[in-house]
């Protein structure tokens, strides 16, 4: 195997040393530490390497199975696992599933005790329920779990292919304005976004339909000793400002967040026309940012409702971007979970 | 009377009695002869009486009334793989209920008088005195009146379709003005549903936290808000299931202010548990959550919620707003809580761990142990009417339902140690404060807990 150069030798050794403190899962980013969230930032920058790569093949999962198991619809976070995989070695099996009720077909619980029978060393699952991956880890005692998105709840490898794509750019994350619009009260990508740019020091902003704003992620208190246990406030610097033309004021980054339609025929908006009126990210309202502002997007999106076409595919987007950093991303966590000999409990 | 002969006389004694109907707290013996209280003496010596009496030493113990439950899903018939009549009184008499009613949520539902035989003649080979709850609605559907006399002639002692609340605010109007007279109460279990469609928990920084759907309080009060100015207009008699936020209650207290004969009750959780315990390790406060949150034994309607209504759901039990404690003991199967939250059942089952529970407001000095044995026997005992007086107290000449416990002895819950066939609670592997030693039903020894007593040799 011929592999070429990159910053970090830890992917290049057939038999790579096993990563300090390793964890089992990846749930959320809530668990992550500053150093953890830029140890897998850079372990991403030596996959990005790879990816540049003419042969595009390093052994570090070698022998290692790796299980995609998917009860909601994905294209780019399933391929993206699966070609992250694949690069590094691993076996990679897809497997889609039915997110039938329990009375139906077999239950979550008895699909991992399977999986973890067979002999898989990670299991990547998309789940419509918030906690199904904190199920399978609870239950499975020998297999990794990522979560690729659990119903409303986290999106951890979107949150840090988000960081990784904005560190890029930026420079840094701390102390940088960060704005997150749309329908945050339903998005789990916004909740792991909160927890990875705060967590890196920046602030956050989240801006959307009132009806569609979240209660907060933390008590009251926390970190005055009324709340919590006393512990500083991880999301201090996390506000809420509905009007996006305020909240915009001065952001480096913006991330609109996909708008599900079905929201207005449930009540909360009243027409897709108002959400554009009042919450469209566009050029008008990015030249209240700071210049050089930046735009994301987890797509799938609907161009023309949540960004402008305009910005969509201008010079400030990093929607492309995002995409090919999330293998880099999941390349780095396959790698820091799998990637070592040695299995930890 | 010859069918009670073989049933003796016991005698319990040294014990701490509370017996509120009667006003009594004070160390005293209880003397129990043919099934019924015969004395309740400073000083009955053993030697003093004729024949053979069976002596429950019971030094450091309190000896009140048998609990009595007036929320208690059996599941039989319907769901027999999630608890049946027997497993439930048997559950019952561990935690200390003499009296338990079956709610008629089962399949069919309990709403005729065909229904309520059933019932009743599947509890009397129990150790618990079994009664039943009625139907408000036909089917529980929520569209027609049951034939509520009739389910009265069979015996029904209140009347509700719990599970589900009457949602249409006219069907609660004539079910509160038809139910005037026959002696039951209609039982709500409140729950607004365009307030809390699709919600799994308590809304608020926990739900927003594990991204779940939330239930606001309001959906609650929403409807306690509606049914007390029902019971107003129609002069019906209203019983408020298992309240859980500070707003019910306030909304009772001011009910009851006015003179309105309203009732409510709470369920021994709704005293202890917040919806932090959702975040998994026993509530432990953390910034992560970590593989333990989502446990789905925390998934109870009402909901779980916070600190300050728990703190109001404590007060009104102590001030009297809340009129008793009672169960809404919901067993269930492991399928039914082994999986995600969203997915998994409502309800814990709570008949073994409700004395420990809410003794943890009589040793955080929130409530008195005498009030506390008052709201569960005298209190419930009162939201069902007259009838029932002669089972909530230690009256001589009333059946000895009876249960001795030690309010101190620390144990550790193990729902493998349960009676109840539904193990689903949060408590499992929590250390509480109390815990029943004895139960007698009808004088009977049904329930005794190994090595708690010293039982003279004879039992």
């Not at chain 2, 949060?426 to 090595?451: C, D, I, W």
């Amino acid at each position: 195997m011929v592999v070429a150069a990159t910053g970090d030798t830890r992917i290049l050794q057939s038999d790579p040393p096993p990563v300090q403190g390793r964890r089992r899962h990846v749930l959320d980013l809530d668990d992550f530490t500053a150093e953890e969230l830029t140890a897998t930032l850079d372990n991403a920058d030596a996959m990005r390497g790879v990816l540049e790569r003419d042969v595009k093949k390093v052994p570090a999962l070698r022998g290692r199975v790796v299980i995609t198991l998917f009860y909601e619809a994905s294209t780019r976070t399933r391929i993206s696992f699966e070609e992250a995989g694949k690069i590094l070695s691993a076996d990679v099996i897809n497997m889609t599933a039915s997110a039938s009720s329990v009375e139906k077909g077999e239950s979550l619980l008895n699909t991992g005790l399977t999986l973890q029978a067979m002999g898989v060393d990670v299991i990547v699952i998309r789940h419509p329920h918030a906690g199904a991956p904190h199920f399978l880890a609870r239950n499975l005692a020998n297999v990794a779990v990522i979560n690729a998105g659990d119903g409303a709840h986290a999106h951890p490898t979107q949150g840090l292919l988000d960081l990784y794509t904005a560190r890029a750019h930026l420079g840094g994350i701390a102390g940088r304005k960060v704005v997150i619009v749309g329908d945050v009260l339903h998005s789990r990508v916004a909740r792991s976004a909160v927890w990875g740019f705060a967590g890196l020091g920046a602030s956050v902003v989240l801006c959307g339909p009132p009806t569609l704003m979240p209660d907060p992620l933390v008590p009251q208190g926390w970190g005055t000793g009324t709340g919590g246990n006393g512990a500083p406030n991880p999301l201090a610097d996390v506000t809420v400002q509905p009007d996006l033309d305020a909240a915009i004021e001065g952001a480096d980054l913006v991330m609109a967040l996909r708008l599900q339609t079905e929201r207005q025929q449930r009540g909360f908006f009243p027409s897709v026309r108002e959400y554009i009126r009042r919450w469209q990210v566009n050029d008008d309202r990015m030249a209240r940012a700071n210049t050089n502002a930046l735009l994301m997007h987890p797509g799938p999106m609907n161009e023309g409702i949540e960004v402008s076409s305009r910005l969509a595919h201008g010079e400030r987007s990093l929607i492309e971007e995002q995409v090919t950093n999330g293998v880099a991303i999941r390349m780095a966590l396959l790698y820091q979970l799998a990637g070592a000999t040695v299995v930890e409990d | 009377m010859a069918a009670k002969a073989h049933i003796g006389q016991t005698l319990i004694s040294g014990g701490r009695v509370i017996d509120p109907a009667n006003g009594l707290d004070a160390v005293t013996d209880v003397l129990i002869a043919d099934g019924v209280i015969k004395a309740v003496n400073p000083s009955i010596p053993a030697e003093s009486l004729d024949g053979e009496v069976q002596v429950i030493r019971a030094d450091g113990m309190v000896v009140c009334p048998g609990f009595i439950d007036i929320h208690t899903h059996l599941r039989e018939p319907g769901f027999e793989y999630k608890e049946t009549i027997a497993t439930g009184a048997a559950a019952a008499v561990r935690g200390g209920f003499t009296t338990i009613c079956a709610m008629p949520n089962t399949e069919p539902s309990i709403d005729n008088g065909a229904m309520v035989d059933y019932v009743l003649s599947r509890g009397a080979t129990t150790p618990a005195r079994v009664k039943v709850i009625g139907c408000v609605s036909k089917d529980r559907a929520g569209h027609e009146l049951a034939d509520m006399e009739e389910l009265i002639d069979a015996g029904v002692v209140a009347f509700s379709d719990d599970g589900d609340p009457v949602y249409d605010a006219g069907l609660m109007r004539l079910a509160l003005t038809y139910s005037r007279g026959l002696g039951a109460p209609i039982t709500n279990h409140c729950q607004e549903h365009a307030l809390c469609c699709g919600g799994v928990m308590a809304e608020g920084w926990v739900s927003s936290r594990l991204g779940l759907a939330g239930i606001p309080a309001v959906a609650e009060e929403a409807m306690v808000a509606r049914d007390i100015g029902l019971a107003e207009l129609t002069g019906g008699r209203l019983h408020l299931a298992h309240l859980s936020s500070a707003g019910s209650v306030a909304m009772v207290r001011q009910a009851k202010a006015r003179g309105l004969l309203v009732t409510a009750e709470v369920c021994p959780h709704h005293l202890l548990l917040t919806d932090q315990w959702a975040l998994g390790l026993q509530c432990s406060p953390s910034v992560s959550a970590g593989p333990a949150a989502y446990d789905t034994h925390t998934k109870v309607y009402p909901p779980l919620r916070g600190d300050l209504d728990v703190a109001a759901c404590i007060a009104g039990l102590a001030d009297g707003t809340i009129d008793c404690v009672a169960t809404d003991h919901a067993p269930h199967d492991r399928v039914s809580k082994e999986c995600t939250y969203q997915d998994a059942a409502f309800g814990i089952s709570v008949l073994e761990t409700a004395l420990g529970t809410v003794l943890a407001t009589v040793h955080d000095g929130s409530i008195s142990l005498s009030d506390m044995v008052e709201r569960m026997t005298t209190g419930p005992a009162r939201v069902l009417g007259d009838g029932f007086a002669k089972y909530a107290g230690l009256t001589p000449g009333t059946p000895a339902d009876i249960v001795v416990f030690d309010p101190n002895a620390l144990w550790t819950v193990d729902v493998n140690d349960f009676a109840s066939m539904g193990r689903n609670t949060p408590l499992n592997g929590v250390e509480l404060r109390g815990r029943v030693a004895a139960t007698l039903v009808g004088g009977r020894v049904v329930f005794e807990e190994p090595g708690m007593l010293n039982t003279g040799g004879e039992l």
